[in-house]
């Protein structure tokens, strides 16, 4: 099967000796006829910074857009182009994407233990709240048009493979916040 993946991940990283921590990466990873391609920058967030309970600094916004004319997926980091996928190679995806994900994720090959102290998000829980627990907010997809749409909470289907470890939930505060009203808005848990 062949899919194309956009991941953006944050937290502890480590690669090969070296240990970086709060950084934010940006991957894309593509897997066509079984081969995999991809490409993954980092950003570099030492000190995240928090307002009177508003949103992080450390946010970052990802795009994955097509070009109509030449059907070719741009992917875009606030407005920057970053990279793309040719239609030359990703055919199947000249015309529309099937499905969005939208989450997190932590990997271990330790798969029948406790796998890895690696805390997703923030590291705290869920129901800790929001200014607390990390979260995703502004899901959306362009449209056949080129116009974003918003993705709506009651529209999402959330999974989790280690709730114990790890969870997701719709959050309330659309209902707390007057600039929040209209957003799609995730919280997500994550000691580990």
């Not at 309970?53 to 997926?73: C, E, G, H, P």
């Amino acid at each position: 099967m062949n899919s194309l993946i956009l991941v953006v991940s944050n937290g502890y990283h480590v690669e090969h000796s070296l240990i970086t921590a709060f950084m934010i990466t940006v991957h894309a990873v593509a897997k066509f006829e079984g081969i995999f391609y991809g490409a993954c920058a980092s950003l570099n967030v030492w000190r995240l910074v928090v307002y009177d309970r508003d949103f992080s600094l450390a946010q970052i916004w990802l795009s994955a857009v097509t070009a109509y004319k030449n059907q070719n997926w741009w992917l875009q980091l606030l407005d920057e182009v970053i990279g793309y996928c040719p239609s030359s190679i990703f055919s199947y995806l000249a015309s529309s994407a099937a499905k969005i994900d939208v989450g997190e994720e932590v990997y271990s090959s330790e798969s029948t233990s406790h796998h890895t102290k690696t805390q997703m998000g923030s590291g705290q829980f869920v129901n800790e709240g929001f200014g607390k627990a990390c979260y995703i907010r502004n899901i959306g997809y362009m449209d056949n048009s080129g116009k974003f749409k918003d993705v709506k909470a009651h529209s999402l289907n959330l999974f989790a493979t280690r709730p114990f470890c790890y969870n997701v939930e719709i959050s309330d505060i659309m209902h707390a916040s007057p600039l929040l009203a209209e957003i799609s808005v995730m919280l997500v848990k994550g000691a580990g």
